[in-house]
């Protein structure tokens, strides 16, 4: 089956700062890829995501690449604010009933 | 617009209690609906799914199964809760036949003691 794995699993960083995080995957037929942010306590909220004709996709401060030839893409968030603090979680996906398969998460800190 | 609803957003068990946790959806119809399970500082492992009424899809052999009694509801079930069932439990959605993306419910904390 399909594996995902992202990195960094912490990442801290300056207001103002950009923040980048990394996933690989292993399926090469997968051909949707979300993000996710999660605060504490609640569900993951869709941020951002993108599909495999397409390279990149952007939406005011965040933005995801997708490499499909190596099999990884990235969520970049740049001019972070403390209010993106949060876990990101990226998933990958091949089904036509929508089964994702997530990454670890990674617990972006910015400072103020 | 469309909304997921879990319940109860907290539980404490004892060990070997049954269990039931809820979750429906309002706005949609025919949803693909999904159960998943967070443990503390860890991914999101998908625990099963259903594309229909009565059609239940199991990822992982464990204690707990699924029902869907309605189209718009979704519901997790244990007969004997053990310690390791502890964690917190995501209900989410998508559109059947449509989009993949998946909506999660706002999650339900379930302590085993």
Redo the contacts between chains.
């Keep these: 089956g399909e594996n995902v794995e ?1 990195h960094p699993s912490t990442l801290s960083v300056q207001e103002g700062d950009s923040a980048v995080i990394k996933c690989t995957y292993s399926d090469s037929a997968s051909n ?1 890829f ?1 993000w ?1 942010k999660q605060e504490l ?6 941020i951002i ?1 993108i599909r495999s004709n397409v390279g990149e996709k952007k939406d005011q401060r965040i933005a995801v690449t997708l490499n499909k030839t190596a099999k990884h893409f990235s969520l970049h968030i740049t001019e972070t604010q403390p209010e993106d603090s949060a876990v990101y ?1 990226c998933a990958a ?1 091949i ?11 990674t617990i972006l800190t910015v400072h103020p | 617009s469309q909304t997921i609803h879990q319940w109860p957003a907290t539980l404490v068990q004892p060990v070997g209690s049954p269990l039931s946790l809820e979750c429906t959806v309002e706005g949609t119809s025919n949803p ?1 609906l ?1 159960w998943y399970r967070q443990a503390a ?4 492992q ?1 625990l099963f ?1 259903s ?1 229909g009424i009565g059609q239940i899809s199991s990822e992982v052999p464990q204690n707990l199964s699924a029902s869907r009694p309605q189209d718009r509801q979704f519901i997790l079930s244990s007969k004997k809760l053990l310690l390791s069932d502890s964690g917190f439990y ?1 209900c ?1 959605w ?1 559109v059947r ?1 449509g989009p ?8 339900t ?1 379930l302590l085993v003691l």
Excluded at chain 1, 97 to 103: Q, R
Excluded at chain 2, 100 to 107: A, K, S
């Design positions: 992202q949707y979300p996710y306590g609640k569900g993951p909220q869709l995501d979680f996906s089904s036509s009933y929508g089964k994702l398969t997530f990454g670890q998460g | 693909n999904y500082g860890r991914g999101l998908l799914y594309v995501l989410a998508s036949g993949r993306t998946q909506y999660f419910g706002p999650g904390r």
